[in-house]
């Protein structure tokens, strides 16, 4: 299996940047692609960014388009997720997950996930 571990969550003002990680461990040939999730209170979990493990391809939601930016490095089997001009909608617990086929925006596309990270955005 793959484990996942996320890292780099908190609070921040709005405006301000966070850069969340996701190191993976195990079967790591295996990925396809790695993805990060978002869920808040009340709401269902929402896509927001993956990317290719073996090609430089991104895709992102469009609520977070020219804000956040996914990069991976594979020699470390982590991603990453580079946040700026943070809003208050932005608040949910951010998840790491990956894929090992050809992926969508849907959660249950994809097979290991992590534990989460908390990312408040607030005054």
């Known amino acids: 299996q793959v484990q996942l571990v996320e890292s780099g969550g908190g609070l921040v003002q709005p405006g301000g940047s966070l850069r969340l990680s996701c190191a993976a461990s195990?079967?790591?040939?295996?990925?396809?692609?790695m993805a990060w999730f978002r869920q808040a209170p009340g709401k269902e979990r929402e896509f927001v960014a993956a990317?290719?493990?073996?090609?430089?391809?991104?895709y992102d939601a469009d609520s977070v388009k020219g804000r956040f930016t996914i990069s991976r490095d594979n020699a470390k089997n982590t991603v990453y997720l580079q946040m700026n001009s943070l809003k208050p909608e932005d608040t949910a617990v951010y998840y790491c997950?990956?894929?090992?086929?050809?992926?969508?925006?849907?959660?249950?596309?994809?097979?290991?996930w992590g534990q989460g990270t908390q990312v408040t955005v607030s005054s």
């Open positions: 997950a990956t894929t090992r086929a050809p992926y969508g925006g849907r959660p249950k596309e994809y097979s290991y």
């Open positions: 195990g079967r790591t040939f295996s990925i396809y692609a």
């Open positions: 990317i290719d493990w073996s090609r430089v391809t991104t």
